[in-house]
């Protein structure tokens, strides 16, 4: 039998661009160009190798929640070799939090069907890097996160996880959620080939209907956090900055122990 | 007044220095409950009281180890039933946000990851946060259920607070849902003997400038003077010359120390998100043009390999 893995990916700013907040303290989308997050093209990656390793018998599907333009995302998900899309959007989710985020995906996750679910370990716009966490929960399974190696054999997903005071060796049984770091391993760059393929494979909308979730439960009137303020960070008065003309160490010292540091 | 749960953060017992900060910012909002899981609750009950914890509440199962994650929010949600607390805090660490990310959908709560700050508000706590590289500060609040934040390292200066901190068994029953993933083996880091990187008060990094593994040594010498962790950039990690581990960066650590030196780093936004709310800023790089100049309080434009000998140099002349 097939193995089902679905990958979530992520629309977001462009982190190089100049990024804002909207008036009502939501990220503002129109400033900004969007892309795939970085850190999802390592799920994506993953993904792939484990259809691979799995002799293709497995089948792709990226999964994203967002505006019409995530559709983007998706594109570049499919041009490097999933299978399929499902694409969630609906005018109500506006300003939804994580929380709301993982419902909406648990539940597309569940009604798509799924052996194995991969995410990248954070979005490279919140960057809270919960919501596999938030998924497992919901979905009830196990969760092998944070991972720089994954495999998949006959039912079994094992990874690698380096944490901050020791490297742990994991494993569960499917159905599972993953996450990969950006540890594990390069993602590939499209062909013209995929690219060209991607406009073929087929995408599924769905918007909350298709998924019983009431508009309440999501949007900005769902979310359970609420920001009251965002204020752009004063920028940094002008530094010293000396030529080093071989005196370059020794004046660092100086400002150093004028700050007390030495 | 109001309890406040406060997730312990240890190593058998070892308390780390961010739990302290957090038992320091849960007295601004409430009497600290620590919630200590594993061994060493007794060694640790002593530090957690000193600093303001007016119970300890401590439950040790050998599943708390065997099994990633998903047992510790089996005990926290029986801490949670255990005292109705006014809110509960973890520390920013991909545990701790995983806990608490799977405890706040379990009891229908908000969540807020990486505060850099905590107050009372009049609507419950006040989470500060630094978002989009740290080019904004928001100010957010749990607007459902009870707050479960998660704070930063360095985000409070930990305070003595004597108080209690009377140790009670908790009694917790880990769901055989909570068995999923196995822990099936644990290989300890080994430790290098200098502060870690994300609690140091001083952290010195290399970049590309420094040009190969084999001339970290010069990073490391000038972190030893000072006292400090060594970072990387992501280039340096990415080319093999210094581990993961050590990476400050979006995909790395995020850092806050009192003092960042940034040596042959030129300042990619991906850098800046982990490093640019350290208060004092210095970078030595070859480059004039180099980004990381826009963020210094000093810069040294230079080559780091005549540079960084001679600072440190200077420093253990100084520190005689």
């Not at chain 2, 093999?240 to 581990?245: A, E, I, L, S, V």
């Amino acid at each position: 039998m097939s193995l089902r893995i679905v990958v979530c990916v992520k629309y977001v700013p462009d982190a190089t661009g100049d990024r804002h907040f909207a008036e009502d303290l939501t990220v503002d989308r129109d400033d900004v160009d969007g892309l795939l997050s970085e850190l999802d093209e390592y799920a994506v990656e993953q993904a792939l190798q484990i259809k691979e390793a799995a002799d293709d018998d497995a089948e792709i599907t990226v999964l994203t929640v967002g505006p019409e333009d995530a559709s983007d995302a998706l594109r570049k998900a499919l041009s490097m070799g999933a299978d399929k899309g499902v694409h969630v959007e609906d005018d109500d989710l506006h300003g939804t939090d994580a929380l709301g985020t993982s419902l909406v995906l648990a539940k597309a996750i569940e009604k798509t069907g799924y052996d194995l679910v991969v995410c990248g370990m954070a979005s490279t716009d919140g960057t809270m890097g919960v919501l596999p966490a938030l998924l497992a929960e919901r979905l009830g399974v196990p969760q092998v996160t944070q991972l720089s190696e994954v495999s998949v054999e006959g039912g079994t997903v094992k990874g690698r996880r380096d944490g901050d005071t020791a490297t742990e060796q994991l494993e569960a049984s499917l159905p599972a959620v993953v996450s990969v770091t950006d540890q594990s391993g390069e993602a590939r760059y499209p062909s013209f080939k995929g690219i060209m393929a991607a406009k073929k494979k087929p995408v599924e909308s769905l918007d909350l209907d298709d998924l019983d979730i009431e508009a309440d439960e999501v949007g900005l009137a769902g979310a359970w956090t609420k920001v009251d303020e965002a204020a752009e960070r004063p920028a940094r008065t002008a530094g010293t900055i000396v030529k080093d003309e071989g005196e370059g160490g020794k004046q660092l010292a100086e400002f150093l122990a004028g700050q007390k540091f030495i | 007044m109001a309890e406040v749960l406060v997730y312990v953060d240890h190593v058998d017992g070892a308390v780390r220095k961010p739990t302290l900060e957090l038992l320091t910012l849960a007295r601004r909002i409430g009497e600290p409950v620590a919630v200590h899981l594993g061994p060493g609750a007794d060694t640790a009950a002593a530090t957690l009281a000193e600093h303001g914890a007016v119970k300890v509440l401590t439950a040790d199962a050998p599943e708390f180890a065997d099994y990633l994650v998903a047992p510790k929010v089996d005990a926290l949600q029986a801490a949670y039933e255990a005292v109705s607390p006014a809110a509960v805090l973890l520390p920013s660490s991909t545990e701790g946000k995983e806990i608490g990310a799977r405890l706040a959908v379990r009891i229908g709560s908000g969540i807020i990851t990486d505060a850099v700050d905590l107050e009372a508000g009049d609507e419950g706590p006040v989470a500060t946060q630094s978002v989009f590289a740290a080019s904004y500060t928001t100010k957010s609040r749990i607007t459902t259920g009870t707050p479960v934040i998660t704070v930063k390292p360095n985000s409070a200066a930990p305070e003595a607070a004597p108080a209690a901190g009377t140790v009670e068994q908790l009694a917790v029953t880990v769901a055989e849902t909570s068995k999923g993933t196995k822990v099936v083996s644990r290989t300890p880091r080994e430790s290098t003997g200098r502060p870690d990187l994300t609690e140091a008060a001083i952290v010195v990094s290399g970049g590309r400038g420094v040009n190969g593994a084999e001339n970290f040594p010069v990073i490391e010498a000038l972190a030893d003077s000072l006292g400090a962790a060594v970072g990387a950039s992501r280039a340096a990690v990415d080319a093999g010359w210094y581990p993961h581990t050590n990476q400050v960066g979006q995909t790395g650590k995020s850092v806050s120390p009192q003092l960042y030196i940034a040596a042959g780093i030129s300042g990619a936004i991906q850098h800046r998100a982990g490093m640019q709310t350290s208060k004092t800023i210095v970078a030595i790089n070859k480059d004039a043009e180099a980004p990381i100049f826009d963020l210094v309080d000093y810069g040294v434009v230079g080559d780091l390999f005549e540079v960084v000998p001679a600072l440190t140099d200077e420093v253990k002349a100084r520190k005689g």
